[in-house]
């Protein structure tokens, strides 16, 4: 049997995934999360062949969520299945160890038969966005420009920023600044916006 864990926020989709998979033969559903942070303790208890995860997870990522597995449980697979199929993710992904990435609107068939690939090796990438990834290239904002933008995306002031970031407020100027050129944007808001529309947030 393929050992199977889910995350997934949303309680239909996730019972839903759930029941289709547990009705494949070779299948077992043996835990479903709602939150990024419970991935990784679920998965050292439970010690899935596979970890089925969202992106848009609270608590934690489900990037950040595949690195940790990634580096906790070098066995188990992990499959990212997301509504936003963007380059920024797949790329990020990939980087953080994740063996497939699809997006959620494909059949469920394609599902089943993504989760025995990365379990026997191969890499699962939906075609239309590895093309998008490839032609869109590296994100051009570095680890820091991305925690500045993160944290100035509720509106934070600069001051509040550099508080929560431990840096001076010169230098979250400039990360903004830079972030802001970078992603060919007006202002932070806008920045922000774009950043997260190419998955590089």
Same mark, same amino acid.
């Given at each position: 049997m393929i050992r199977v864990l889910l995350a997934e926020d949303q309680g239909m989709m996730r019972g839903a995934l759930a029941l289709l998979l547990n009705l494949e033969d070779d299948f077992e559903v043996v835990g479903q999360v709602a939150a990024g942070d419970r991935i990784l303790p679920a998965a050292l208890e439970l010690r899935p062949?596979? $970890?089925v995860l969202d992106i #848009?997870?609270?608590g934690?990522?489900?990037l950040d969520a595949a690195a940790d597995l990634h580096a906790a449980l070098p066995d188990c697979k992990v499959l990212i299945v997301t509504t936003f199929g963007r380059p920024g993710y797949l790329r990020r992904a990939m980087e953080a160890g994740a063996s497939g990435f699809l997006v959620k609107d494909g059949p469920v068939e394609?599902?089943?038969a993504a989760i025995r690939r990365v379990l026997a090796g191969e890499r699962v990438v939906d075609p239309e966005l590895a093309t998008a990834a490839l032609s869109a290239g590296p994100s051009p904002l570095t680890p820091r420009e991305c925690d500045v933008l993160s $944290? $100035? $995306?509720d509106?934070?002031?600069i001051s509040d920023i550099a508080g929560r970031l431990?840096?001076? #407020?010169?230098?979250?100027r400039n990360y903004l600044s830079a972030a802001i050129?970078?992603?060919g944007a007006r202002n932070r808001i806008e920045a922000v916006r774009a950043a997260r529309h190419n998955g590089w947030l």
């Open positions: 062949d596979v $970890a #848009e997870l609270p934690r990522s489900g394609d599902l089943s $944290a $100035a $995306a509106g934070s002031t431990h840096l001076s #407020e010169s230098t979250v050129g970078k992603t």
